[in-house]
């Protein structure tokens, strides 16, 4: 066999591991009894120990610098070999007894935290969230990546990220939002958006969401949907991608389009091409790029008015005691309504930016040792105030609404912003390629983005570095101009700005 | 630590590794989408090599012969350490690459069983099952326990066990369940059970199965039931309990039956003392004893008068529509029907067995090398006609009903005859010692039956083998005339014998 053969089957192994870790918290959060953590914990925290040991083995080192000495590598051989390298780097760095407690803790951690959400009460989640901190600082320090703490966790999200061109990012960003928001609240036009607080049947709701996807492209035959209650896309093989909803009976958006959302990441995975699938390029190419995916959906395709041409007739059969006499300008509208509010997964597209720049302050402040766990609740709220002008009126609505901490993913929402970033300067190549797209959406017909992004995005995995793939796609780097004017472009005129 | 310490942990880890094998394998035939066999395929041989390799590693005979070495071991150390050595002794026995692809062709051949079985076509499973029979042979001869093949298989299953002495109970007991038959169907009754058959609404189904076992004690915060083909008990951990069972609108017994014989199954493995938790004790003493809980809780318990004088009445309030006009003693007789007919899992007490003596003598011939995989569906019609006077129309009743041959599973049918056999001797023991039992089930008290198991049985885990445990409880060997002598006492009152 083939040094570099041997290599691809070792990383292969090691996939399949994290494939059972998906499966098993998958199940956490959607099947599992609510008694059964202390065993679930256990099995998590072994498939962590049986990752980290394989990927930290003799074996491992050898197959690399054996494959290392291989000149004239496929553009496919040299990636699984670039990723290999770059993960055994990092676990190198890592005892196992810190990635054991890690999973453990995040496995107790998750349940703690849905106990708290659910009762508003931070010091059910504080004791695990500060030992969370804590391990996590330990495996900041010891990865040691960049400049700053922070940089090394950010690490493991969008690779090659940095906390100095974040804050940099932000910056800009930032006052643009705030500007635009401005322009929108003082325009005088509200829209009316009590619509989708009526009672929509939980069943239909249900139901309406598969057709949807279905039609963009999810594949249930290699794929399901079911309910948690933090939504999410995991794959347990490239030819078993799921996504989960919930479902607010007198909240419209969060279900449907908490589904289109993870349809989008779900697509992504269900499109490696199939030489990659079960190798270590079977992923997106960051969680920025995979992000990109599900906003685009969600947000570019969802949210937009050709898209609606087509769905909203369906929907309006399907609750006409709701929207019976609800005209689709009038839907659309709604489901576009800017207005700062509490929860970052129901926030619109202006504010949502601002949420996660909310989060990456905090995390920045933590990982700088600049805040303690019990001031989190109250920095949170004085932030939010700040930021978007409204106070949360609990921790359920404030510090507690987001599940991400309670698993250890420090680093991570600075990845939702770069998608919205990434989904703006993606979808208009898309559009200057194929400028007929919205027309067709108009008839049901969503096979050209989803053959564009097959095409230039899905069956890459991560073969290509974030910052190449944009390149790649679009010919220039990361700009978040596009996504500023696709703001514009589409909320002036709902607001006659 | 101990050197026993060290051996409990070592082998708890392999406990943790088939907890995850046994998540993999309820998640394929519970909610896995149809096309992600390869891959799910993939994980389950990659955790049977897992608990191969560690299995036969050196530091599990380090560990063995050390903990030997150790005098005064507690009877739970002591059991620890007669398991982990007989699993060791078995283990290196085999390679693990036959470990491997036992693993993948199971989880190939049970989707490909499912597709035979919709299709009622063999030569779907056909291929599968040959290799399948190939494997199994490879593996019985590389054990090579006791006098042939067959008992090699058996030792898996019901330790001790061997093909003669079942030969031998099945030889005694097969004409007394043909004796008893016989005085049944010529006695002039014939039960009415055409009731079953009215169309009984599934969700209603589903509710009332589920009420009717957390009656008998199954504990949903540390437990589910879902659907699937075929039903079954599976445990993830001591904390994590998971039935299925399939609900047939038209045929009420198959779905509430199912579920409470699954229910018996879970109620031992929820019942297992704190201390084996997580051990490898933490299991049934053998499949036999295990049947016989699921055995004790469906037919001695849910086809008892008793039972149905407390939930007939509500069951009747659910169905008024084909319950309204029938009186207990109706129903009671119609759910115990005695008939031949084809499919096991819905076979009566008397004739039950007599399936299982089908499939005993059908693999005996096959790991004798007396029968082809093509002549199997013939053989299985002609062995039914004689032994229960009827003849499958097609192979999805006859051959392909059971899932187990799929899974590699030969030598498992015997312990289901063995359960029945159990149970009537350790109910005959529980009803002894506390006569009121029936009586309390009249008013919905399951609670000293519960109770009763959980202190002679349950609690134990394989702490003991059966053989010992059967005796500990009833203070003899397994004694077949429980059996039959319960089955006449219930079935000759009920056709007037």
Redesign the interface.
């Known amino acids: 066999m083939s040094q570099i053969k041997e290599l691809i089957i070792h990383f292969s192994?090691l996939k399949?591991?994290k494939?059972?870790n998906n499966?098993?918290n998958w199940?956490l959060q959607v099947?599992?009894?609510?008694?059964?953590n202390?065993?679930?914990a256990?099995?998590i925290s072994?498939?962590g120990e049986?990752v980290h040991k394989k990927l930290i083995s003799n074996k491992t080192e050898t197959l690399i610098s054996e494959a290392e000495q291989k000149k004239d590598l496929s553009l496919i051989d040299a990636a699984i070999l670039r990723e290999a390298k770059r993960e055994y780097q990092k676990a190198i760095k890592i005892p196992t007894d810190l990635v054991v407690e890690i999973a453990k803790n995040a496995s107790l951690g998750h349940k703690a935290w849905e106990k708290a959400r659910k009762k508003s009460d931070f010091s059910i989640f504080r004791p695990y969230l500060t030992k969370m901190i804590d391990l996590q600082k330990q495996y900041a320090d010891l990865i040691n990546i960049g400049e700053n703490r922070y940089d090394s966790l950010l690490d493991d999200y969008e690779p090659g990220a940095t906390k100095k061109w974040l804050s940099s990012l932000f910056n800009n960003l930032a006052p643009q939002l705030q500007t635009i928001l401005k322009k929108l609240e003082t325009s005088g036009e509200e829209p009316d958006s009590s619509i989708l607080e009526n009672v929509y049947d939980a069943k239909k709701q249900w139901e309406f969401s598969n057709s949807v996807i279905e039609k963009l492209g999810f594949?249930?035959?290699?794929?399901?949907q079911?309910k948690s209650v933090h939504p999410f896309t995991t794959a347990?093989?490239?030819?078993?991608v799921r996504i989960t909803t919930r479902i607010i009976e007198n909240f419209l958006p969060a279900g449907l389009f908490g589904t289109i959302h993870e349809c989008g990441h779900a697509l992504y995975d269900m499109g490696f091409m199939e030489e990659i699938h079960?190798t270590n390029l079977a992923d997106g190419s960051s969680l920025g790029i995979h992000e990109s995916q599900s906003r685009m959906y969600e947000n570019f395709v969802g949210r937009s008015k050709e898209f609606w041409k087509y769905w909203y007739p369906r929907l309006k059969n399907l609750f006409p005691e709701n929207l019976g006499d609800v005209a689709l300008n009038h839907f659309y509208k709604a489901i576009n309504t800017v207005k700062p509010s509490l929860i970052r997964v129901e926030a619109d597209e202006i504010t949502y930016s601002l949420h996660i720049i909310l989060r990456f302050e905090i995390e920045s402040l933590i990982f700088e040792d600049l805040i303690e766990v019990e001031e989190l609740p109250q920095v949170w709220d004085e932030k939010m105030t700040e930021l978007l002008n409204i106070t949360p009126p609990n921790d359920a609505k404030g510090i507690l609404q987001d599940v991400h901490w309670s698993g250890g993913a420090f680093g991570y929402f600075p990845t939702y912003t770069l998608g919205n970033l990434y989904a703006a300067q993606i979808y208009n190549d898309a559009l200057t390629k194929n400028p007929n797209m919205p027309f067709e959406f108009t008839s049901g017909n969503f096979n050209t983005l989803l053959q564009y992004l097959r095409e230039n995005v899905h069956q890459y995995g991560s073969i290509f570095h974030p910052r190449d793939l944009i390149h790649k796609i679009t010919g220039e780097a990361l700009n978040p101009e596009y996504f500023i004017t696709y703001l514009e472009e589409k909320f002036y005129p709902i607001y006659r700005v």
Chains 1, 2 share one sequence.
């Not at 099947?31 to 059964?36: A, E, I, L, R, V």
């Not at 594949?219 to 399901?224: K, M, V």
Request: aromatic residues 8%; hydrophobic residues 35%.
């Open positions: 192994k399949q591991l494939y059972i499966l098993l199940d099947y599992m009894p609510d008694g059964s202390k065993g679930r256990e099995l072994l498939v049986l594949d249930f035959s290699i794929g399901r079911d347990v093989a490239s030819e078993d079960g």
